[in-house]
């Protein structure tokens, strides 16, 4: 549809892109005070060794209990608040909220957190994480940082350098979502990542499509000859569980062994005099 704007020109209408631009700012404008609000939380979905079951950790995932709206999903606020820079308070939030949870757990399990790329511009992003930690006294090599590719295309020595002081403080850096956009092998190479994730978009199709295995299988071998460790997220059944794990994966995440939750699922179970952390159900169907 196509409409004068009265001064000759002619711009593009359209009731839908009204719609959907006027809830955009409705959803920047709430996010602004959500975290005063208290409709910020985190959830915690366990990660376990693919082979044992045991729990190495869990990821924090954050959460909006948007008024009016129930639980809104990452997926349609993250973009938002990435475009608004809400996401740098939010993802600080996470973080925060994460290490002083952690600390309180009864194992010194792995707490992962995502890193937005938009946190990368800020230019004391490591600063803020070092505060962080010696705030909540998280051990640096207890936490993993999660980022995608989007985060290393822009201001690439600056991302660098961050990424290796964090690194040299002993934090893990993990590539996350991997497979999906550059999937860039000299990035892996270059940067100092210690753990890849795999994509889920490839995981929900294991089953079926042979290409998809292939591609999971060469992201496994390409992370053992770079000495990195593989995980799968998004593993819902059984038999994707028995794919990678005979493809190699180390460790699996996914609605099968665990959902997020508020309260992780740590139970404690004494395993010849070593505690170890194990999922409620489930850890037995682990077990080949
Ligand atoms: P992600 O980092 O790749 O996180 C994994 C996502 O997969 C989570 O979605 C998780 O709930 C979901 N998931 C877990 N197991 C399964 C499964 O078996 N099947 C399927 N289909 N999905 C599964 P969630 O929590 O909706 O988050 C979506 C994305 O939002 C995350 O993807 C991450 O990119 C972003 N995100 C979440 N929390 C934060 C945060 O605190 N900061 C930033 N910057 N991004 C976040
Ligand atoms: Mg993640
Ligand atoms: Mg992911
Ligand atoms: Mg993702």
């Known amino acids: 549809r196509v409409k004068h704007d009265g001064r000759g020109k002619i711009c593009f209408f359209d009731a839908e892109m009204d719609k959907a631009a006027r809830n955009r700012r409705q959803i920047e404008s709430e996010l602004r005070h959500a975290i005063i609000r208290n409709q910020i939380h985190v959830s915690y979905q366990p990660i376990l060794d693919a082979l044992s079951g045991e ?41 925060q909220q994460a290490c002083r949870e952690a600390v309180r757990w009864p194992l010194p399990l792995m707490i992962a957190v995502n ?39 822009r201001d690439r020595d600056r991302v660098m350098t961050t990424l290796l002081r964090l690194h040299k403080l002993g934090v893990h850096i993990v590539m996350d979502d991997f497979g999906t956009g550059f999937s860039s092998l000299s990035n892996l ?15 929900g199709v294991l089953e079926h499509d042979a290409g998809a295995r292939s591609i999971v299988r060469a992201i496994i071998g390409l992370g053992h000859s770079l000495g990195m460790p593989v995980v799968t997220e998004g593993v819902e059944t059984e038999m994707q569980r028995r794919i990678v794990v005979e493809e190699g994966c180390a460790q699996v995440q996914g ?13 404690l179970a004494a395993h010849e005099n070593v505690l170890t952390a194990q999922i409620e159900t489930g850890v037995s169907s682990l077990r080949r």
């Open 55 to 95: 729990i190495g950790g869990y990821e924090a995932l954050m959460r909006w209990n948007r008024p009016g709206h129930g639980l809104t999903e990452p997926d349609i606020f993250i973009s938002i608040a990435e475009e608004s820079g809400s996401i740098v308070q939010l993802g600080e939030w996470v973080l």
């Open 255 to 267: 609605l099968l062994l665990g959902k997020p939750d508020i309260e992780p699922s740590i139970k």
């Open 115 to 153: 890193l937005s790329p938009v946190q990368f511009m800020l230019p004391n992003l490591c600063e803020r994480i070092e505060a962080i930690l010696a705030e909540t006294g998280l051990a640096p090599s207890r936490l993993e940082l999660e980022i995608t590719e989007a985060a290393l295309i």
């Open 189 to 203: 190479r270059s940067f100092p990542f210690d753990k890849i994730k795999v994509d889920r978009s490839f995981t």
